[in-house]
Structures are given as C-alpha cells and as structure tokens.
C-alpha cells in the first residue's frame, strides 16, 4: 500500500504528530490506518453516498457522531479498512440505483470523524471512483484543522466543502475542541478567498450560552472574506459529554441570523433541532486561572467533570493523550 506510505510519519492535520502510523503508533486521533465507520446514501444536502471515516482530531465536547469520531477508545464496531476500488465501485452502484436517483444523490460525501487524518485513502477512492465516472462530484466535510499542504490536496479533489468553525475566540475553541482555533480560520479565510466556488457553506454550532457571543465576531470575519459566502448556523441538541446542556431555542438561531446579517452576510440561514430540555452546567471557579473567558470556563467544566485534567484544553500536549477519558466518555443519552 504505497499510497499510505506518508501516514508513516504522518503531518496530515496540524497537530503534527509525526509518528509513524503504519508501524502502530498513533497521534492525537488515535488512528493507525484508515477505517470506515458506515457508509450510506444520505439525503441531507448536498444529498450524497456519505462515507463516515473512523476516527477525528478534535474531542469536541458536542460531538453528535461520538461513536465514529472517538473510535477506537469507545469500543464501538466500524466496517474496518475496505479496498479502495471495491468503495469506489459501492458508491457509485448506489448513487446510480433507483434511490439514489430518487434522492439526488450526485456525490460521494466524506465525513466522519474526520477525513483529512485519512486523506491518501480517501484520494485513492476518488481516483478509483473516477476512472468509472470522470464527473463524478465529491464533498468533504470538515472540521478545517488541516495543514495548508493537505488543505491544497482537499481543494484538488472535492467538488464542494462543507467547513464547520466551531468558535471564534482560542479558549472557546480550545475548550471545546482541544485544538487551537488559528489553523481552522486560516483555512477558512483561505477557502473563502480563493476557493469560493467550492465552498458549499461554512457551518457553525451554537451552543447556548457557550459560543453565542462567539457569532458576532465569526460572522464579521467571514463578511469581511466575502459578504456573500454562505453560513449555516447548526442548533446544539444534547449530545456526548455535553448529554445534559439544554439545545438552542428557535429565538437564538433566529438572532444568530440577524447577527450575522448585521454584519454583513447576505446568504445566511439556520438549521437543526430545536428546544431539547437540559440543564446549564455550573462555572468551575477551579478554571478561572487557566480561561480567561466565561464560556470557555463553563464548557471547560463539562470536560473537567468528564476526567480531562489539561487546561486550557491542548490535545497535542497533554500527556495523557493516550488514554483520554473523552474518548472513552460514554453518554447515556443521545440526540
Ligand atoms: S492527529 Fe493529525 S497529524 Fe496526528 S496522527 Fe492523526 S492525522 Fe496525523
Ligand atoms: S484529557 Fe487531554 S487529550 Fe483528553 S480531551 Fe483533555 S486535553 Fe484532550
């Protein structure tokens, strides 16, 4: 498999992590070689075969797909490491079937997780899927933490990018994610100026009371790249560590449009489920030292009760990275 030989030091995200995954080691995501969790004709737009991939960068506090993105910690089964061409082949065998048809379904969608960790796998199937169907269109959904040389690879083969930012400011990020925040809105503000044609939308959370005062300044950012690029505000429904923070009501998804309105953009709108019933999580004082911010303080505390003892949040250097209670985090119940 000379197409991975480069996951033999890998430098795909920027975590950087340098080990040499075909050996066994892992990094950050935990990964050796690449894996499908699931793969499906999936019919939210762009309506798409969406193949999920094992297995993320980040330990989003959020995370909806919990059970893909935290593989392998979790225990949960995934179909396992499948011969490109064999994928290839399925997801146009399904895109081409009468229900494809039915649906629309005009592309492979790469999602996970997170699929850059797995790039050269993933470039292999499009190049399989390719010489079967030249125009063939494909969509990578992500979480922006690439490095420029991966993002430069992404561009080559995708047709459309859905680009989650999860949050503005650093310790929000941070504590949300375990990830910087600067490599995500580089790679943002990169799509956005010279890439527009392929960027499907940009997607942000919100989160109630967490990253709400973080759309005011996101959407700046984004209007100031191109007023017109596209944004979608996502509602948090309880989920992962997060299992009891109530959901975003339909009013602030609302207001989050008529922020970034106000801002500037011109191509907005908001999507999710609404009104889910939590309850808000206490601040740490404990945190104070190591956020200066309030929400990042508050959502901090939800990984601090999960047994992540690293603040501010740094996967890259925490030292039990390794055996990470978030990735073993299981929640009881699931939205
Ligand atoms: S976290 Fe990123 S750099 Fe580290 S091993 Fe995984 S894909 Fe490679
Ligand atoms: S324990 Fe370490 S690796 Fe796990 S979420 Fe916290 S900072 Fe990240």
Request: net charge positive; hydrophobic share 35%; charged share 20%.
């Amino acid at each position: 498999m000379k197409y991975l030989q480069e996951l033999s030091n890998c430098q795909l995200c920027e975590h950087r992590c340098g080990v040499n995954r075909l050996e066994g080691e892992v990094g950050v995501c935990r990964m050796t070689l690449p894996m499908i969790a699931s793969a499906t004709l999936h019919p939210a737009p762009p309506q798409s075969y969406t193949i999920f991939m094992a297995g993320c960068n980040f330990k989003c506090l959020n995370c909806q797909n919990w059970s893909i993105s935290q593989y392998p910690d979790n225990g949960m089964a995934v179909r396992g490491m499948e011969n490109p061409e064999n994928l290839a082949k399925e997801s146009i065998y399904h895109l081409r079937s009468h229900i494809g048809q039915l649906m629309r379904a005009d592309r492979i969608f790469f999602s996970g997780g997170e699929p850059t960790i797995h790039l050269p796998y993933i470039e292999k199937i499009v190049d399989a899927a390719r010489k079967i169907q030249p125009s063939l269109k494909v969509n990578f959904d992500t979480n922006g933490f690439m490095t420029e040389e991966s993002l430069n690879r992404v561009l080559e083969l995708t047709t459309s990018i859905t680009f989650d930012i999860k949050a503005y400011d650093d310790e929000v990020h941070r504590a949300l994610t375990g990830a910087q925040v600067y490599p995500v809105l580089r790679n943002a503000a990169y799509i956005g100026k010279n890439a527009k044609d392929k960027l499907w939308e940009y997607r942000i959370l919100v989160i109630p009371n967490m990253n709400e005062r973080d759309v005011r300044p996101l959407s700046n950012f984004i209007a100031s790249i191109d007023p017109s690029l596209r944004v979608c505000f996502l509602a948090f429904r309880p989920n992962f560590v997060m299992e009891q923070h109530p959901g975003a009501t339909g009013a602030l998804m609302q207001r989050c449009v008529d922020i970034a309105e106000s801002e500037g953009l011109t191509n907005v709108y908001w999507s999710g489920r609404v009104g889910l019933r939590g309850s808000i999580s206490a601040a740490a004082t404990k945190l104070s030292r190591s956020y200066q911010n309030v929400e990042a303080r508050h959502l901090a505390t939800y990984a601090l009760k999960a047994g992540c003892g690293t603040h501010p949040r740094d996967c890259k250097t925490c030292k039990t990275n390794q055996k990470c209670p978030i990735k073993r985090y299981t929640p009881r119940i699931s939205t």
